[in-house]
Nanobody
Framework: QVQLAESGGGLVKPGESLRLSCVASVPNCRSYTIGWFRQAPGNEREFVSASRSSGNMLYYADSVKGRFTVSRDNAKNTVYLQMNSLKPEDTAVYYC???????????????????WGQGTQVTVSS
């Protein structure tokens, strides 16, 4: 059973930064697509970013492009989401999700991943 654990959330002011971590309990993290999603109260879970397998293929939602950076350390089974220039509209619970056989056309669909974590709260407020 794959388990994912997110950490790094918190309360920050607009313009500040946070780095989220997602640790995956898998024997070979390199073979998994890891996606970051977020969900604000009353909203559906939305795609934020994703890293395919070795980490050379990265994807971002338009709303975070240029501000967020996803990276992975496969040796540590960890995927990071560096979030800079945070805005109040970035406030949400952030989840990481994993799948070993996800096709590219499904990478932005939260319900297509097989595994997900419990989430970490990010609040951006002055």
């Amino acid at each position: 059973q794959v388990q994912l654990a997110e950490s790094g959330g918190g309360l920050v002011k607009p313009g500040e930064s946070l780095r989220l971590s997602c640790v995956a309990s898998v024997p070979n993290c390199r073979s998994y697509t890891i996606g970051w999603f977020r969900q604000a109260p009353g909203n559906e879970r939305e795609f934020v970013s994703a890293s395919r397998s070795s980490g050379n293929m990265l994807y971002y939602a338009d709303s975070v492009k240029g501000r967020f950076t996803v990276s992975r350390d496969n040796a540590k089974n960890t995927v990071y989401l560096q979030m800079n220039s945070l805005k109040p509209e970035d406030t949400a619970v952030y989840y990481c999700e994993a799948d070993r056989q996800l096709i590219l056309s499904s990478i932005r669909m939260a319900d297509q991943y097989d595994y997900w974590g419990q989430g970490t709260q990010v609040t951006v407020s002055s």
